[in-house]
T-cell receptor, first 112, second 119 residues
Framework: GENVEQHPSTLSVQEGDSAVIKCTYS??????FPWYKQELGKRPQLIID?????GEKKDQRIAVTLNKTAKHFSLHITETQPEDSAVYFC???????????FGTGTRLQVTL | GAVVSQHPSWVICKSGTSVKIECRSL??????MFWYRQFPKQSLMLMATSNEGSKATYEQGVEKDKFLINHASLTLSTLTVTSAHPEDSSFYIC????WGPGRVTGELFFGEGSRLTVL
């Protein structure tokens, strides 16, 4: 089955700096890669996703890049703000209808 | 976005009792729902895929007799933790995909989660 690894497990940045979280996956059939943000005690919320037919996608301060050859994808958050502090999960699936396999999560702390 | 509601949000029970958690899609129909388990500071682990009108598909290592799943309608799936023990204490989250018009294809929406504590 699919295996998704995520790094780093914790990340602390100063407000205004950029944050980068990286994930690798094992199943070459995977073609859908969403990123979720989970605040303490709350449900995960989709923040951005990318499909294998594109290499990069951007939505305001958030961007995701995908390298299919190397089987890795990354989340980039620019101009970080305190409200960006949360746990971020990457995930992968072979098609949007298939089950998602989640990474281990990255706890992002944005300090003032 | 689409709304997935989960109930109860937290429950405390005695060891040996059974607990039922409900997951509802409030504004869309879901033929498939997913049940995840999340331990503190850990990732979401898929337990099973709930299929409307048929048996659930369980992930390897998940006891189907322990975690009973029923998906009786297009808007409701239930997870029953039978004969609960302290090691079953966890955060259980359901999710469903909304394929309705205007939705990001296959976007997965999560319920609020249910925190189970078994004494």
């Amino acid at each position: 089955g699919e295996n998704v690894e995520q790094h780093p497990s914790t990340l602390s940045v100063q407000e205004g700096d950029s944050a980068v979280i990286k994930c690798t996956y094992s199943d070459s059939a995977s073609n859908y890669f969403p990123w979720y943000k989970q605040e303490l005690g709350k449900r995960p919320q989709l923040i951005i996703d990318i499909r294998s037919n594109v290499g990069e996608k951007k939505d305001q301060r958030i961007a995701v890049t995908l390298n299919k050859t190397a089987k890795h994808f990354s989340l980039h958050i620019t101009e970080t703000q305190p409200e960006d502090s949360a746990v971020y999960f990457c995930a992968a699936s072979a098609g949007t209808a298939s089950k998602l396999t989640f990474g281990t999560g990255t706890r992002l702390q944005v300090t003032l | 976005g689409a709304v997935v509601s989960q109930h109860p949000s937290w429950v405390i029970c005695k060891s040996g009792t059974s607990v039922k958690i409900e997951c509802r899609s409030l504004d869309f129909q879901a033929t498939t729902m997913f049940w995840y388990r999340q331990f503190p500071k850990q990732s979401l682990m898929l337990m099973a895929t709930s299929n409307e009108g048929s048996k659930a598909t369980y992930e390897q290592g998940v006891e189907k007799d322990k975690f009973l799943i029923n998906h009786a309608s297009l808007t409701l799936s239930t997870l029953t933790v039978t004969s609960a023990h302290p090691e079953d204490s966890s955060f259980y989250i359901c999710s469903a995909r909304d394929w309705g018009p205007g939705r990001v294809t296959g976007e997965l929406f999560f319920g609020e989660g249910s925190r189970l504590t078994v004494l």
